[in-house]
């Protein structure tokens, strides 16, 4: 193929109106040419980055630009990772230039191609025991040490949170011998620790399993509940791969919230590990993907973006906690990275393990027809009960600050007896709505259609949808009444309530208002890691991937919210958040207990959980989809649109809707109000097409982008697949 006659590459590039340009290629043409980068013109004076994904011969265009410079000295994306954009794009129904530049890190997107800059990264150089013993008497130093051990080599900027001087604490540690300076942001692990116990039953037999099926594209849903050691299973999948000198993805929801997983798998696996994750510079980023690319580390622990990384022989993928949303990109193009890498497994043959607590609806579907193979766990490895969990009735009881006096009891309970206590709650501020008690207005957002929250350290009326803050009104604007009350409970009052009933005990308070840096964050963390009872007052920030070994008991203030919810996943979500909640209490040295107040304690949602389990739940809850046909058993996207004028809006979708037209497949809702109908000044519809087909769907989707373009009018609007949320 590399003859003059092919001198002409097709370039994917990011551009309203096509998803491919032809471009001239002058001079020698290397092989291996697809898959590399290039800088071409657009238009008058324009340079735009894109990828060469075909050769040709000829040109349906006569005039031909020609390429500006061919960027990569070898191919950036490999056959497979750009087969896999491209089956991505054609999913999520996207140019491939979107999904192309989606997908590369960001450093990969500039034209002026700069090179990858070199960088400073501290990483440990020995065991934290012995650091710890070196460094009683230099606690910053301790800091700093123990969390580049947990966390990986870290560069002093991205440690700020921990002190000021981190450069220099790093310089010292590494004089000290304790920190080893590095160009990389890797470990290179060689001195292994043996855990000291033998698997249990379950985990052989869950293992063995993954074992004989780790050669082909294969999918394991790992369902084991929390603490029945599935990180070691993780680990053990892993190991004889990397023994043959493969590769493995390990994807996490965040990064922040998951130390323990880089951590553990730091020690235990004999290799070169990378994290990839959005707080790393953009340099780091790049590095690890040229790293990972040309083989030279062996396993990336990454969140949602990492799922592009391309290695040069990967052999498995796994994805913890594969149920959380955090793997659906919320903005951009909304693709799930976990329904991705299943995607990649089969495009790279190779198996994929997905493991969680409370599997998605959808996993378990497909574990339920035998599409994935169903491994559980359902004994935790210490041998303890699961937390005892309680409904605590809030009805026709007196509160304070949201909680019963049954509830407060508990709580001083286990703080005299040297316990610490978490109480959830997710909603900021002092409480959630300002009312009038004379005619019943309630304050909300000229700008959204939203209540508007209270906070009473600000003095202010906030919305929490656009931020805008206003003064506390003195009169009712409705009827001139002075008699205007707070509704509801938010962190701040319950904060508040509880240093109120005990007296000296610490109520340490984590939300987006208390805890905005990471330096807030740490030191609220160091409160709590002194062990001394105390109440943490969180909000969903907590819900995941912290281990307080002090804390016996979790309080979830209420949830009765979810079952007024239109969102027909709205229990799923709540079951798999009570759960997570309670996997908090009783971690280590003590037995956990979990109080859920609510409304409803008759509700069959906790009669089948409490009762029965998630299973259980998830059984109903699919039997209930099934009959409604509802996702998991049809396909669902949603068109959301917006604009400043609502009439314009919704004559626009009714256009949308002419144009796409009828399936008898696929049924079309809408326009429809979205649950929240105007934000920012702009209202929100949408149209909701369900199918019975995704075939069906995708082609009437692809019929109405034909004829309208999303970028091209007034009304910004975009397709969102397989949708997580309504709003
Ligand atoms: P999960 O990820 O399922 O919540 P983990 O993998 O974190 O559970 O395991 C919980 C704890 O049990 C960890 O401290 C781990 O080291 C330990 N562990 C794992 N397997 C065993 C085992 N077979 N025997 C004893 N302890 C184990
Ligand atoms: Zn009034
Ligand atoms: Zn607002």
Same mark, same amino acid.
């Given at each position: 193929m590399?003859?003059?006659?092919?001198?002409?590459?097709q370039v994917?590039?990011?551009?309203?109106?096509?998803?491919?340009?032809?471009?001239?290629?002058?001079?020698?043409?290397?092989?291996?040419?697809?898959?590399?980068? =290039?800088?071409?013109p657009?238009?008058?004076?324009?340079?735009l =980055?894109?990828?060469?994904?075909?050769?040709?011969n000829?040109?349906?265009?006569?005039?031909?630009?020609?390429?500006?410079a061919i960027?990569?000295e070898?191919?950036?994306l490999?056959?497979?990772?750009?087969?896999?954009?491209?089956?991505?794009?054609n999913?999520?129904?996207?140019?491939?230039?979107?999904?192309?530049?989606?997908?590369?890190?960001?450093?990969f997107?500039?034209?002026?191609?700069?090179?990858?800059?070199?960088?400073?990264?501290?990483?440990?150089?020995?065991?934290?025991?012995?650091?710890?013993e070196?460094?009683?008497?230099?606690?910053?130093?301790?800091?700093?040490f123990?969390?580049?051990?947990?966390?990986?080599?870290?560069?002093?900027?991205?440690l700020?949170h921990?002190?000021?001087?981190?450069?220099?604490?790093?310089?010292?540690?590494?004089?000290?011998?304790?920190?080893?300076?590095?160009?990389?942001?890797?470990?290179?692990?060689?001195?292994?620790?043996?855990p000291?116990?033998?698997?249990?039953?379950?985990?052989?037999?869950?293992?063995?399993?993954?074992?004989?099926h780790?050669?082909?594209f294969?999918?394991?849903l790992?369902?084991?509940?929390?603490g029945?050691?599935?990180?070691?299973?993780?680990?053990r999948?892993?190991?004889?791969?990397?023994?043959?000198?493969?590769q493995?993805?390990?994807?996490?929801?965040?990064?922040?919230l998951?130390?323990?997983?880089?951590?553990?798998?730091?020690?235990?696996?004999?290799?070169?590990?990378?994290?990839?994750?959005?707080?790393?510079?953009?340099?780091?980023?790049a590095?690890?993907w040229?790293?990972?690319g040309?083989?030279?580390?062996? =396993?990336?622990?990454?969140?949602r973006?990492?799922?592009?990384?391309?290695?040069?022989?990967?052999?498995?993928?796994l994805?913890?906690?594969e149920?959380?949303?955090s793997?659906?990109?919320?903005?951009?193009?909304?693709?799930?990275?976990r329904?991705l890498?299943?995607?990649?497994g089969?495009?790279?043959?190779?198996?994929?393990?997905?493991?969680?607590?409370?599997?998605a609806?959808?996993?378990?579907?497909h574990?339920?027809?035998?599409?994935?193979?169903?491994?559980?766990?359902?004994?935790?490895?210490?041998?303890?009960?699961?937390?005892?969990?309680?409904?605590?009735?809030?009805?026709?009881?007196?509160?304070?600050?949201?909680?019963?006096r049954?509830?407060?009891n508990?709580i001083?309970?286990?703080?005299?007896s040297?316990?610490?206590?978490?109480?959830?709650l997710?909603r900021?501020?002092?409480?959630?709505?300002?009312?009038?008690?004379?005619?019943?207005?309630i304050?909300?957002?000229?700008?959204?259609?939203?209540?508007l929250?209270?906070?009473?350290?600000?003095?202010?009326?906030?919305?929490?949808?656009c931020?805008?803050h206003?003064?506390?009104?003195?009169f009712c604007?409705?009827?001139?009444?002075?008699?205007?009350d707070?509704?509801g409970?938010?962190?701040e009052?319950?904060?508040?309530?509880?240093?109120?009933?005990?007296?000296?005990?610490?109520?340490?308070?984590?939300?987006?208002?208390?805890?905005?840096?990471?330096k807030?964050?740490?030191?609220?963390?160091?409160?709590?890691?002194t062990?001394?009872?105390?109440?943490?007052v969180?909000?969903?920030?907590?819900?995941?991937?912290?281990?307080?070994?002090?804390?016996s008991?979790?309080?979830?203030v209420?949830?009765?919210n979810?079952?007024?919810?239109?969102d027909?996943?709205?229990?799923?979500?709540l079951?798999?958040?009570?759960?997570?909640?309670?996997?908090?209490?009783?971690?280590a040295?003590?037995?956990?207990?979990?109080?859920?107040?609510?409304?409803?304690p008759?509700h069959?949602?906790?009669h089948?959980?409490?009762?029965?389990?998630?299973?259980?739940?998830a059984?109903?809850?699919?039997?209930?989809?099934?009959?409604?046909?509802?996702?998991?058993?049809?396909?669902?996207?949603?068109?959301?649109?917006?604009?400043r004028?609502?009439?314009?809006?919704?004559?626009?979708?009714?256009?949308?809707?002419?144009a796409?037209?009828?399936?008898?497949d =696929?049924s079309?809702m809408?326009?429809?109000?979205?649950?929240?109908?105007?934000?920012?000044?702009?209202?929100?519809?949408?149209l909701?097409?369900?199918a019975?087909?995704?075939?069906?769907?995708?082609?009437?989707?692809?019929?109405l982008?034909?004829?309208?373009?999303?970028?091209?009018?007034p009304?910004?609007?975009f397709?969102d697949?397989?949708?997580?949320?309504f709003?």
């Open positions: 590399n003859n003059a006659s092919s001198r002409i590459v994917a590039l990011k551009i309203p109106f096509a998803d491919t340009l032809d471009y001239q290629l002058t001079g020698k043409i290397p092989k291996q040419i697809i898959g590399r980068r =290039v800088r071409v657009l238009g008058k004076n324009k340079l =980055v894109g990828v060469i994904i075909g050769l040709k000829s040109s349906d265009y006569r005039k031909l630009k020609t390429v500006d960027l990569d070898q191919p950036l490999n056959k497979n990772t750009l087969n896999l954009i491209k089956k991505a794009a999913y999520y129904q996207v140019s491939l230039g979107d999904m192309l530049m989606t997908a590369l890190p960001a450093w997107r500039k034209p002026d191609n700069p090179p990858i800059p070199q960088e400073t990264w501290y990483k440990a150089n020995i065991d934290p025991q012995t650091a710890k070196k460094l009683q008497k230099a606690p910053k130093q301790w800091q700093v123990d969390y580049i051990h947990a966390n990986g080599p870290q560069m002093p900027a991205a700020s921990l002190s000021a001087s981190a450069a220099a604490l790093c310089k010292q540690l590494t004089d000290k011998g304790l920190l080893q300076q590095s160009d990389r942001s890797f470990i290179d692990n060689k001195h292994i620790e043996q000291d116990f033998t698997l249990t039953d379950d985990q052989q037999r869950v293992l063995k399993h993954i074992q004989n780790n050669n082909h294969n999918v394991s790992l369902d084991g509940i929390t029945s050691g599935k990180t070691e299973v993780y680990i999948s892993l190991m004889p791969l990397l023994e043959k000198g493969q493995a993805l390990v994807l996490v929801p965040e990064i922040g998951t130390p323990q997983l880089f951590q553990t798998f730091s020690k235990r696996i004999e290799g070169r590990l990378a994290v990839f994750h959005s707080g790393l510079s953009d340099g780091a980023r590095r690890v040229q790293q990972a040309a083989g030279h580390v062996d =396993v990336v622990v990454a969140t973006s990492g799922l592009f990384t391309p290695f040069k022989n990967l052999a498995m993928i994805v913890d906690e149920h959380d949303l793997y659906k990109q919320q903005d951009g193009v909304r693709y799930s990275a329904d890498a299943v995607l990649r089969q495009i790279e043959d190779i198996p994929v393990v997905l493991g969680s607590a409370t599997p609806y959808e996993s378990l579907r574990a339920l027809n035998n599409h994935y193979h169903w491994l559980t766990l359902r004994s935790r490895t210490n041998q303890k009960s699961l937390p005892n969990i309680q409904l605590q009735n809030l009805d026709s009881r007196k509160t304070h600050g949201g909680l019963t049954k509830t407060l508990d001083e309970q286990q703080l005299d040297g316990h610490q206590v978490l109480v959830f997710n900021r501020g002092w409480s959630p709505k300002l009312l009038c008690h004379d005619c019943g207005w304050a909300e957002c000229d700008d959204c259609d939203a209540y929250t209270y906070h009473k350290h600000k003095d202010r009326l906030i919305c929490h949808h931020r805008r206003y003064s506390l009104p003195e604007p409705n009827c001139g009444s002075q008699e205007m707070t509704l409970v938010g962190t009052q319950v904060e508040t309530a509880l240093q109120q009933e005990l007296g000296d005990y610490p109520v340490i308070r984590f939300d987006r208002d208390s805890v905005s840096t990471a807030q964050w740490q030191q609220q963390l160091d409160r709590v890691r062990g001394k009872p105390c109440v943490i969180g909000t969903q920030m907590l819900a995941k991937g912290h281990d307080f070994p002090k804390l008991l979790v309080v979830v209420n949830v009765d979810s079952f007024y919810s239109t027909f996943r709205a229990e799923e979500y079951a798999q958040l009570l759960i997570q909640v309670a996997g908090r209490a009783g971690r040295e003590t037995a956990g207990q979990v109080i859920i107040q609510t409304h409803q008759k069959e949602f906790f089948t959980l409490l009762e029965q389990g998630y299973e259980q739940l059984r109903k809850g699919l039997e209930q989809r099934q009959d409604m046909q509802f996702p998991p058993f049809s396909h669902m996207a949603i068109i959301r649109a917006q604009h004028y609502e009439d314009k809006l919704e004559a626009f979708l009714l256009e949308l809707v002419d796409i037209g009828q399936d008898p =696929v079309v809408g326009p429809l109000p979205a649950p929240m109908q105007k934000k920012q000044k702009l209202h929100r519809m949408q909701i097409l369900n019975s087909n995704r075939r069906s769907l995708h082609q009437l989707l692809k019929q982008l034909k004829k309208h373009n999303p970028t091209a009018g009304v910004r609007w397709i697949i397989d949708p997580v949320s709003d």
